[in-house]
């Protein structure tokens, strides 16, 4: 697999031997506010993430563990509903033995990925509407909300938005 590598993170592909950190991330009342309801089961994780490598086999979405440079797992990041000329992130996670611009680094790795390896030119995600932090982070970078219901706010990123991004924020990440 390519290397997606920053400063200070790496994002690899999810393996059945993550389940137990995936699940225990997501059962985090620290980090779970804004994340859909996860069975508590550590069997039915490992099962989500054997039927998830055959979508990541055919192309059709890919999960990955953040994690620090030294090894240490710190998040989850995933890319999917992949269309013509746009893919969706989401799933992501950062607990408290991220780095301290691990927000920064592991957006551009994802957006590196979408753009730099599978060629899109736009992304598309949601944000719970509560989730002001991250809403905040996104429209810093350059995204723009395109439409709402009740619950998100939808966004859209363009390749040149993350670049212009890429250069106002990377003495930041240097």
């Keep these: 697999m390519m290397q997606l590598e920053s400063k200070t993170l790496r994002l690899r592909l999810v393996e059945e031997s993550d389940a137990g950190f995936i699940l225990n991330l997501r059962m985090d009342e620290r980090y779970n506010n804004f994340l859909s309801a996860v069975t508590p089961d550590l069997e039915s994780q490992k099962q989500w993430i054997r039927n998830y490598k055959s979508d990541e086999q055919a192309g059709k979405q890919f999960y990955f563990i953040i994690e620090r440079k030294d090894g240490k797992p710190c998040g989850t990041i995933r890319v999917y509903d992949l269309r013509d000329d746009s893919f969706c992130w989401g799933s992501w996670i950062l607990n408290q033995s991220k780095t301290r611009y691990a927000a920064l680094e592991s957006a551009f790795l994802v957006y590196e990925f979408g753009f730099g390896h599978l060629g899109f030119r736009k992304s598309h995600f949601d944000v719970m509407k509560g989730n002001k932090g991250v809403i905040k982070f996104h429209q810093r970078m350059g995204a723009v909300k395109v439409s709402e219901d009740d619950q998100n706010d939808?966004?859209?990123?363009?390749?040149?938005?993350?670049?212009?991004?890429?250069k106002v924020l990377a003495e930041k990440i240097k």
């Design 154 to 166: 939808y966004f859209e990123i363009t390749q040149d938005a993350v670049e212009h991004a890429m």
